[in-house]
């Protein structure tokens, strides 16, 4: 061993004499390795274990409390906070989903998975909803109830066909909207407009109002009233339906024209006779239509109380039956049949009166009347 002595060209003494420094070496730090799961110990600050923590930080580890078995309740006392921003999920799809979610309020920006209960303060019932958006409540309003609603503000809920944006669309849309509940279809843009079909798969479609049936169409296709002989189609001079058509027949007990109006019929579309509102019965076209067919479809008599007027030829082939007889007008005189003697109070001057009921009498078979008075004339 040699005395101190400086280093050379240094002027610093040696601290230590026979001794040598060895190089300087890098500074190494092992990780800190976690456990697969990590959990509490027996006891934190003298309490037992609930899993109550204010920060945490893992990666890819098993949270829980109690040993070595994630178990018990995990207790925050503050947020639990995910970064990045909508990039880590609670459970997966089909596995390692948690139970049951109870909470007071849940918020879903994007998208939510469950495939069993979803409830809110702690069960499903008039006090939970589900908000959507900023004002689109669902509730479960009892057992097997669902509601969407927010106070005063009528609803809308839509189904879509096609979508492809808010311009281009087709949906069908249940809403209320002036105080009465629509069922309707829309579309938009490159959308179409579709139908809607009312469909009673093997029974029958009923018509309610005030909760009580009105009609029904049956499934054979008939349309019924719920209550024989008590509703309308239409309303005397207003609400009326303009043409009903028709392929076979209308049985009724009447069929009666509005208040005041005629009543107009015809064929091929067009009408051709009227029934006035005093009764009378006209074509609408002065000589134009007739009262059956010659040789066939004849009807069978005509009753008339008073007279028969033909502004051309009346044809006999049978009988014409009238409260006083025949008259036929030809140029201004009249001819009568009847039985019995002619009376004054009929007919005027120039007029005939034939008698049915002494066709063998002398001057009463056929009767003129001359100066106010029948005579007897064959």
Known sequence: MTSPSQTPNSGIPSPLVGFSVPAPQPLVIQPLLLPSVLAF????????????????????????SGGITPAGNLTLSGNLLFSPDLTWNIGASGANRPNVVNTGALQLPISAFSDTVLLTNGYADIHGFLL??????????????????????PQIFRTYNTFTDVNNYERGQLEWSGNILRVQTSASGTGTARGIAI???GDQLYL???????????????????????????????NRPHNVWIAGSVFTPGVLGPAGLPLNLGGAGSNQWQIVAGGHIQPLADNSYDIGVAGTNRVR??????SLVSGSQIINQGNF????????????????SASGVPSNAQGVNGDYYFRTDTPGTANQRIYVRSAGAWVGIV
């Open 321 to 336: 039956v009238t409260g006083v007889g025949v008259q036929l007008n030809f140029g201004g005189s009249y001819l009568y």
């Open 199 to 201: 469909n009673a798969q």
């Open 301 to 306: 008599s005509i009753y008339a109380g008073s």
């Open 208 to 238: 309610q109002t005030a909760g009580v049936g009105k009609w029904r169409i049956t499934n054979a296709g008939h349309l019924y009233a719920e209550t024989d002989n008590s509703f309308d189609i239409g309303a005397n001079g207003a």
């Open 132 to 153: 959507l958006g900023q004002n689109t409540y669902l509730y479960a309003e009892a057992a097997n109830v669902f509601a969407q609603r927010n106070a005063a503000n």
């Open 41 to 64: 110990p027996a006891t934190v600050g003298g309490q037992n274990p609930d899993g109550v923590f204010n920060n945490l930080f893992t990666n890819n580890l098993s949270v829980g």
